[in-house]
């Protein structure tokens, strides 16, 4: 008898990725084992100060989901350790590991740190890249997930100072490894990456410079947690650089040490740094050499305009720079480089290396534990319709193993992974899980308010300009505040297990945290109070971080007194806060997918493979969308081969309802129990559905300028395509060609990147060279954009002949008709003189636009667009695929220009999302609902006007009533009614006016309420 599938999956690797991939499989009803190699979970982004294009804080953003995996009752995290052995089969897996001591108890250690103040022994920080000294009994960092210390046993003197110190008796000298096995029913690998090894380019004097520094070296200079406390010093003399060379494609790009590939980050991460030192130290001047600015994502291109524009950041191009010279008496830095046609020196106080990224350096062992094929490059061998599977069945990749990437595509590709991962194992979900518990809840009605204020330093974030101990101690003398302390970081696991401590120590009814933005972060601190047995809603936050100490940077006297009046605000409210009841409603087992193109497709046969009935709404009479007229990749893969298998599947699956020529014309319901009213042919029908996934695609933009539709030798990109899908011999004849990119989009009008563009172009240019290598094939273009692997082919181009000739917006190539035929005028850089370019065929990379329907149809969904109008995600690194309405995701072109393996790793991000919902049989919704005094309303019908959520009802009694489960506590109605007879609980007048008498408090006499 065949044994079924295992309800458990192995994680590997404990970075952004592997959390996501953790948190979708633990909350969609599967038991998640997560090893990571290192002491502590957290990757790469752990080291991070801040995160483009937003500038937010990457531990802020990042911390939450520490927590929430750390304290995840379906997530058993195996910190320092590694699997040995994997045997068995798809769905039912044997996994070996093993578990290095720590010589700490992980059962025991509480993280108090007093080990670490004690311990006699200094050594370099690795996790501050050597910039400063740790200890041999350390943390990694301060909210480092799980808090256990380790000892460094190649450090450790043996002096036995920790075990004297230790209350808790967690130091255990002589602990051994372990061996640990489990069963589980699918794997995912997220190992990350390296930092390139920058002794393989000595040329740069890394390590030989003091001055020269990596990429991240300075982004542990930049952090509140770094060396200098985010003080940007030169490592020679302490002293604060005025001039700072960045340079570009350091282990990336280069043939002389087979890194042939572009590391897909380092422009941006370049850029941002290059601002955020600015900010750190005003007068800063960075320059940054580059080839091409890889800035292709959402919104990026905006930020590197906004970093040339507003921050004087100074970009010199068509650079790479061959090596750096140091004066041995200043310590400065010589670097030689091209600006126009001139070679020029400049000399610079600093210079920051931007490092590309490796595979894991153990990638060896795991290609050869789990048996996955590896590309040349080293990562994970993937293909473009399948992105997140390897070759071996059960086992999948995401994140940075697979390929360079930035943060919210390796989380999409994560919520992709877990995807797949369920699906294989979905005949087992919720097997092995149990349910989460929490203590019964407190009953505070009666009891006077009992206030904890928690005041967060945040690093230097807040703390670097707020004198945090004075406000914490302000807020001890405010009324009803029976204890307030300062913690570095509130939102680590400690701090947030001191909360409940506190809490049930001076058994405290409310609770302040005075940090950073609700909107991240009230979740976390909503639940660690409820693990207390306090109702949610008896929480409070004051943003004393975006709306003070970030906006009065160098204004300390007035940001720490305005952090005050913040918190003295959020106590005024605070004491009248009120619990709430929870409100649970029911799910319905279905999804709706709105857009039929291979995003959409993906979803419905992922969202059917997991037991989802389905319903596709296309507006078009036939499956496809764009790929229609994609005919073949960069890879060589036969892409109208795949849709045609894809349309067979999604046609002959059972759970899956295609209803074409239609339209959404109208959404009533919630999360979990949506109604969608859909037009298909003429008819309306009703669709009862849980979730909704948009992935309604874009277009293609049709040029108005380059003599397009004047000329039949001019055309876009996809109709070149087609044009020689249909007739090979068009390929063969042609003589010349010429290539124009950035049409219709990095303009004035339309600022952003289509991503696409330049890849097409290639693949497009490379097909010409194939059909007729003696054809001229000219692309003029900004920036060549292939990052990632394309980067090869881009390589491939020029070394067959493939002319790139660049071009910015002062020097605009000119198209014009000369007796019937083509002409096209460029300025050559290089030569410093114009060129005459006789082509057969112009051929445009046009824009890719969001689709004319999103406007309509945010309305009818309540969900906002970017300015850009593509859908916009309710977090830009750590959503990519959520709306901030529950219940509604996005994926595809929907959300912005991308390849089509991103779209369906996005598609299969959507669906692990959604599954969270589906996986459950009822949701809890938000416990903040209108509330209506049946006494007071007149009935005149004002709320139901102004509601945009229809949540409003008239009773038999002719009196208007709140329906609770449509709500959603935004509040018109209570501003709209007449006879103030709705009141909004956690925004109640009496907690408003409190708030605004307290905010006007002490200013020009006035005495405010408290």
Known sequence: MTEGPVGAVLVIGGGIAGMQASLDLADSGFKVYLVDRSPNIGGAMAQLDKTFPTNDCAMCIMAPKLVETGRHHNIQIISNAEVELVEGSPGNFRVTVRKRTRRVREDKCTGCGVCTQRC????????????????????????????????????CIGCGICATQCEAEAIEYFEKEKILEMRVGSIILAPGYEEFNLSLKPEYGYGRYPNVVSSLDLERMLSATGPYGGLVLRP??????????????????????????????????????AIIAQ?????????????????????????????????????VKNNRIAKVEEDPTTKNLIVWYLEGEELKSGEFNMVVLSVGTSPPKDVERIKRVFGVDLNKHGFAKTSIFAPMDTNVPGIYVCGAFSAPKDIPDSVAQASGAA???????????????????????????????????????????????????????????????????????????????????????????????????????????????????????????????DQCSWVHTHEPDKATQKAKDLVRMAVAKARLL???????????????????????????????????ETHIVEKEKELGGILKRIHYTLNGEDTQRELKEMIKRVEGNEMIHVHTNALLKGLSGYVGSYVATVSADGKEEKIDTGVIIVATGGVEYKPMEYLYGKHSGVMTQLEFEE?????????????????????????????????????????????????????????LHKDIRTYGFREDFFSEAAEKGVMFIRYDDDSLPAATIEKGKLQVQAFEHFLGEHILLRPDMLVLAAATLPNPDNEALAKILKVPLSKDRFFLEAHMK?????????????????????????????????????????????????????????????????????????????????????????????????????????????????????????????????????
């Open 578 to 612: 009120e619990q709430l009841p929870r409100i649970t409603v029911p799910v319905k087992k279905c999804a709706l997918i709105l857009g039929g193109g291979m995003s959409g497709m993906t979803c419905a046969i992922q969202l059917a493979d997991e037991g989802y």
């Open 419 to 545: 995807a797949k991962a369920s699906s294989l194992i979905s005949a087992a979900r919720g097997t092995l899980v149990t349910e989460r518990e929490f203590p019964p809840e407190t009953d505070v009605v009666g009891q006077e308010p009992r206030i904890g204020v928690f005041v967060c330093h945040c690093g230097i974030n807040i703390g670097g300009v707020v004198r945090v101990p004075e406000v914490a101690q302000y807020a001890r003398g405010l009324p009803d505040v029976v204890y307030a302390e300062e913690n570095l970081y509130t939102c680590s696991q400690d701090t947030n297990e001191k909360i409940k401590q506190k809490i049930k120590e001076h058994n405290l009814n409310r609770v302040i945290v005075a940090s950073c933005t609700p909107r991240t972060h009230a979740p976390l601190f909503q639940n660690t109070i409820r693990q207390a047995g306090l109702n949610v809603h008896l929480f409070e936050m004051a943003n004393i971080r």
């Open 723 to 779: 044009l020689i899908a249909k007739d090979p011999r068009v390929a063969q004849r042609a003589k010349s060609v010429v290539m124009i990119q950035c049409v219709g989009c990095r303009t004035k009008e339309r600022v952003y990147c289509s991503r696409v563009c330049c890849t097409e172009t290639i693949k497009n240019a490379l097909k010409l060279k194939e059909a007729n290598p003696a054809a001229n094939v000219y692309v």
């Open 878 to 1010: 750590l959503r990519p695929v959520d709306f901030a309405t529950d219940g509604i995701y996005l994926c595809g072109l929907a959300h912005s220009p991308k390849f089509l393996e991103e779209c369906i790793a996005q598609a299969s991000a959507a669906v692990s999302r959604a599954s969270t919902i589906l996986s459950k049989d009822s949701y809890e919704t938000e416990g903040i609902v209108s509330q209506v005094n049946e006494e007071k309303c007149t009935g005149c019908g004002t709320c139901l006007t102004v509601c945009p959520y229809g949540a409003m009802e008239k009773t038999a009694e002719g009196v208007a009533k709140t329906n609770i489960v449509l709500c959603k506590g935004c509040g018109t109605c209570v501003a709209s009614c007449p006879e103030r007879a709705i009141r909004l609980p956690g925004f109640t007048d009496e907690q408003l006016i409190a708030q605004v008498a307290n905010a006007v408090k002490e200013v020009n006499g006035v005495k405010g309420g408290t």
């Open 279 to 315: 900010e750190h130290t005003p007068g800063l001047k960075p320059t940054i050499f580059f080839m091409d600015i890889r800035a292709y994502g959402k919104e990026f291109d905006e930020y590197y305009i906004r970093a040339e524009e507003v921050h004087n950041i100074k970009f």
């Open 120 to 155: 006699p022994v200094e050594v370099p920080d690795e996790y501050n890249k050597g910039l400063k000294l740790r200890k041999a009994i350390y943390v990694k960092y301060p909210q480092a997930i799980p808090p256990t210390h380790i000892i460094d046993e190649e450090h």
């Open 236 to 273: 020679s003399d302490g002293e604060i650089p005025g001039k700072i060379a960045f340079i570009q494609c350091i282990g990336s790009r280069d043939t002389q040490i087979g890194k042939t590939y572009c590391s897909s980050v380092c422009c941006m991460f370049a850029i941002k740094e």
